[in-house]
């Protein structure tokens, strides 16, 4: 089956501008996180949504925001951007159920802010 | 606050020695353990998790309870085996947050 996929690949903004990144999860997955990787701070979880709720949310500030669609389809927003904020963000995908906890990344949006 | 720690970021060992990455974690509950690996251009991906002890790729990982650790290990490593390796965690319930650590770049010299 088809894995995780994210688009665009790779993103150029300026400071100011806002971004969306969009993410298509695994075929039945209704689980969607999202995720921060910097050289510094290394894997940092931004948010997860289920079933077009949020569930859960990471620390950081309220620039950061997504949804998810009734397909399972999610995007992140962030707006205001700085350029403290280029990385690489990702998204994983999780079956439902107790036992389905591994998570399936996609490749990654690779965000530049200049 | 649930952490978890990586204490080697690099980590050099030659092919058909042993090797053990360390892992130790905090969490007060009963977190579920993950090891991740990415290798060069390609997306992260699970290597096992402690509830299915099993052995991957010839690697193992026990959970101990006791010290808090899980580390990685693999009795006679090879090439292949270079990449990124990060250690992760779940609290318990049913939110799906993975609390990574800093990762482990493993090289397998020849």
């Known amino acids: 089956k088809a894995g995780v996929t994210q688009t665009p690949r790779y993103l150029i903004k300026t400071r100011g501008q806002q971004v969306t990144l969009s993410c298509s999860p695994i075929s039945g997955h209704r689980s969607v996180s999202w995720y921060q990787q910097t050289p510094g701070q290394g894997l940092q979880f931004l948010f997860e949504?289920?079933?077009?709720?949020?569930?859960n949310k990471g620390n950081f500030p309220g620039r950061f925001s997504g949804r998810q669609f009734s397909n399972s389809r999610s995007e992140m927003n962030v707006s205001t951007l700085e350029l403290g904020d280029s990385a690489l963000y990702l998204c994983?995908?999780?079956?439902?159920?107790?036992?389905?906890?591994?998570?399936?990344f996609g490749q990654g949006t690779r965000l530049t802010v200049v | 606050a649930q952490r978890v720690t990586q204490p080697e970021k690099l980590l050099s060992v030659f092919k058909g020695a042993p090797v053990e990455l360390k892992c130790n974690y905090s969490y007060s509950g009963s977190p579920e353990l993950f090891w991740y690996v990415q290798y060069s251009r390609q997306r992260l991906q699970l290597l096992l998790r402690h509830i299915s002890r099993e052995s991957i790729k010839g690697f193992t990982a026990d959970l101990n309870k006791g010290e808090t650790s899980f580390h990685l290990k693999k009795p006679f490593a090879q090439e292949e085996d270079s990449a990124m390796y990060y250690c992760?965690?779940?609290?318990?319930?049913?939110?799906?947050?993975?609390?990574f650590g800093s990762g482990t770049q493993l090289t397998v010299l020849p």
């Open positions: 992760a965690l779940i609290s318990s319930g049913s939110a799906r947050q993975l609390t």
């Open positions: 949504y289920f079933s077009e709720t949020q569930r």
């Open positions: 994983a995908s999780s079956g439902s159920g107790t036992g389905n906890t591994e998570a399936f």
